[in-house]
Antibody, heavy 118, light 110 residues
């Protein structure tokens, strides 16, 4: 079945780095835009970044631009989010999703929790 | 990019219809027909309910419908059921080629 499974979350100190991974299965990964969405505790959804099917088109939210890098590996059918210079306000559940900015995000992972705290 | 504006809460009795609004600008909701709606139950990942303003993905109940007028999109839930109690978020494509979510609406079934 179509599935996205995130990993890599955890506790990190302010200024630290973390790399999130998302393993895709059950669909042709290379056909789809992919996105990262986050949700801070008790808060709403926030779009973080998306990457086109060929990695030629990438966009970031202003809140993470210059600190986060999205990438994908077609052989491993995986999506990544490299997060550097982490701040307390980056604390959130991070969701890997299938889709880009146009047609809706139709498949979501279960989420991985990132906590930035000293 | 500021979040799209949604009412904090909407409530209705079983069987009734409710409508959730999502207000943006000409740079997002008003400029494109790329508005989506998501349902999120507590502790769960969001679920796509409507895409492209009014398209319902396979498997989504036809009690859910979407529309748009100028810069305000709307999600209508007809025949409200207890299982519809959840948080709902709208999302739109923007003129900066990014995405923006709404502030979220908590739906309560009385």
């Amino acid at each position: 079945q179509v599935q996205l499974v995130e990993s890599g979350g955890g506790l990190v100190k302010p200024g630290g780095s973390l790399r999130l991974s998302c393993a895709a299965s059950g669909f042709t990964f290379s056909d789809y835009y992919m996105s990262w969405i986050r949700q801070a505790p008790g808060k709403g959804l926030e779009w973080v970044s998306y990457i086109s099917s060929t990695s030629s088109y990438i966009k970031y939210a202003d809140s993470v631009k210059g600190r986060f890098t999205i990438s994908r590996d077609e052989v491993k059918k995986s999506l990544y989010l490299q997060m550097n210079s982490l701040r307390a306000d980056d604390t959130a559940v991070y969701y890997c999703t299938r889709g880009g900015p146009y047609y809706g995000l139709d498949v979501w992972g279960q989420g991985t929790t990132v906590t930035v705290s000293s | 990019q500021s979040a799209l504006t949604q009412p904090a809460s909407v409530s209705g009795s079983p069987g009734q219809s409710i409508t959730i609004s999502c207000t943006g600008t000409s740079s997002d909701v008003g400029g494109y027909n790329y508005v989506s709606w998501y349902q999120q139950h507590p502790g769960k990942a969001p679920k796509l309910m409507i895409s492209d303003v009014s398209n319902r993905p396979s498997g989504v109940s036809n009690r859910f419908s979407g529309s748009k007028s100028v810069s305000t999109a709307s999600l209508t839930i007809s025949g409200l059921q207890a299982e519809d109690e959840a948080d709902y978020y709208c999302s739109s494509y923007t003129s900066s080629s990014t995405s923006v979510f709404g502030t979220g609406t908590k739906v309560t079934v009385l």
